[in-house]
């Protein structure tokens, strides 16, 4: 009798150990499987969607805005009453160029532009062609080779261009540029300003120009731009 309970007794050890062993090595792999497709996660590689993804938002952010990128425009204007000065900030707004003002060193006074007045320094100047070197606080542009249009304003002296951008026109090369020009007036018409213009510069490609009433307005310009494909 004592044989047979030793022997249940072994016998029932061996099973219970058995038993442990069986469920200690059926969980196991399961952690260690779980712990590896954790790292897996945390590792692989991201799929093509996911890269193009990520690599466009990064692309997107290092590209220059259309805001922020620099326009090839230039335009350059002389203005007596302000009303070429208008048209021109008009131009550079709606084109996103460079503004760049004509100024005599000796300015002209309300005085001297009295075209009634025979004596005053404008018609002086106009019966005598000597007279029309007018000198400029500057005449030349930085960064002038930056620009490939240019937009020359002025007013109608006379039927031609105000003289006083003769000597921008005179001491810049226009080569390889496209030059349009544009004035106001209150009735007188562009004439043939911007054919002299050219003939005085001897280089550039001159545009037929635009002449503006003096009352220009925004909606004016941007009409225009738009036939220029500008």
Do not use: H
Not at 5 to 24: I, K, P, R
């Amino acid at each position: 009798m004592k044989k047979f309970l030793s022997l249940l007794l072994v016998s029932l050890l061996t099973f219970s150990l058995a038993a442990c062993g069986n469920t200690a090595e059926s969980s196991e792999p399961q952690n260690s499987q779980s712990q590896t497709e954790s790292a897996e996660e945390r590792t692989a590689p991201k799929s093509s969607e996911e890269t193009s993804t990520t690599e466009g938002n990064s692309d997107a952010g290092a590209e220059p805005s259309a805001e922020g990128a620099e326009s090839n425009v230039l335009v350059v204007y002389y203005s007596a009453t302000g009303n070429t000065e208008e048209a021109a900030g008009y131009i550079a707004d709606l084109t996103g160029g460079t503004l760049f003002e004509l100024e005599p060193a000796d300015p002209y006074t309300d005085e001297d532009l009295n075209y009634n007045d025979d004596n005053s320094r404008v018609s002086q100047e106009y019966a005598d062609e000597s007279l029309r070197d007018v000198e400029l606080v500057a005449d030349t542009v930085e960064n002038w080779d930056s620009y490939d249009t240019v937009f020359i304003g002025y007013p109608i002296w006379w039927g031609i261009a105000a003289w006083p951008v003769d000597g921008f026109v005179e001491a810049n090369d226009f080569t390889g540029k496209t030059v349009i020009p544009f004035c106001t007036s209150a009735s007188s018409g562009l004439g043939e300003s911007g054919e002299l213009l050219a003939e005085q510069a001897g280089t550039g490609d001159w545009q037929e120009g635009m002449r503006f009433r003096s009352s220009v307005s925004e909606e004016d310009v941007q009409t225009w731009l738009t036939e220029l494909g500008l």
